[in-house]
T-cell receptor
Framework: SQQGEEDPQALSIQEGENATMNCSYKTSINNLQWYRQNSGRGLVHLILIRSNEREKHSGRLRVTLDTSKKSSSLLITASRAADTASYFCATDGGEGAQKLVFGQGTRLTINP | KAGVTQTPRYLIKTRGQQVTLSCSPISGHRSVSWYQQTPGQGLQFLFEYFSETQRNKGNFPGRFSGRQFSNSRSEMNVSTLELGDSALYLC?????????????FGPGTRLTVL
């Protein structure tokens, strides 16, 4: 079963706008990670946020984590056409499962 | 460092056949995990190997198996292929594995079962 659920499933915006994607999960976590996947290819790690962190930045990316609501958000500022991809959140499997459990992903399209 | 490599990149098989996929991790990484990605089920964890031992396993039937060699290279095998096994199979390597490490993914093997 999926631990993370992304929202929205698809998002289409104009180049230069900001894109926000949300992820909700069910069990307590140790950390949450975000990955990007370009069409049908491997995943690229974007950022990891630990359960004791509330916000983390990396370049144009900003990730927040609210463990009380079991949710995270990924903000991409000043979007570019190259940001077009699917974005996945991943959490540990809960109960020390020692594995990553991915959500269904958000398909982001940046229109020129 | 060279990234994670997977071979072959594309594969077409027929029902009932078996298939072996290969993954070479980043040099120095001891953990290799395998995932299956389909449009319907998304990314699902298959298993993880660390230092030649299977450390964790997902909810897949016994037709799916794997192994890891002393050089950390890993193979996964699917026997008696079914149409539903058509998917992108991704492997990922990390230094320590599990949920604490960043996973570095390969480009995947696209398996089509006819």
């Amino acid at each position: 079963s999926q631990q993370g659920e992304e929202d929205p499933q698809a998002l289409s915006i104009q180049e230069g706008e900001n894109a926000t994607m949300n992820c909700s999960y069910k069990t307590s976590i140790n950390n949450l990670q975000w990955y990007r996947q370009n069409s049908g290819r491997g995943l690229v790690h974007l950022i990891l946020i630990r359960s004791n962190e509330r916000e983390k930045h990396s370049g144009r990316l900003r990730v927040t984590l609210d463990t009380s609501k079991k949710s995270s958000s990924l903000l991409i500022t000043a979007s570019r056409a190259a940001d077009t991809a699917s974005y996945f959140c991943a959490t540990d499997g809960g109960e020390g499962a020692q594995k990553l459990v991915f959500g269904q992903g958000t398909r982001l399209t940046i229109n020129p | 460092k060279a990234g994670v490599t997977q071979t072959p990149r594309y594969l077409i098989k027929t029902r009932g056949q078996q298939v072996t996929l290969s993954c070479s991790p980043i040099s120095g990484h001891r953990s290799v995990s395998w995932y299956q990605q389909t449009p319907g089920q998304g990314l699902q964890f298959l298993f993880e190997y660390f230092s030649e031992t299977q450390r964790n396993k997902g909810n897949f039937p016994g037709r799916f198996s794997g192994r890891q060699f002393s050089n950390s290279r890993s193979e996964m095998n699917v026997s008696t292929l079914e149409l539903g096994d058509s998917a992108l199979y991704l492997c990922a390597s990390s230094a320590r594995g599990g949920y604490t490490d960043t996973q570095y993914f390969g480009p995947g093997t696209r398996l089509t079962v006819l």
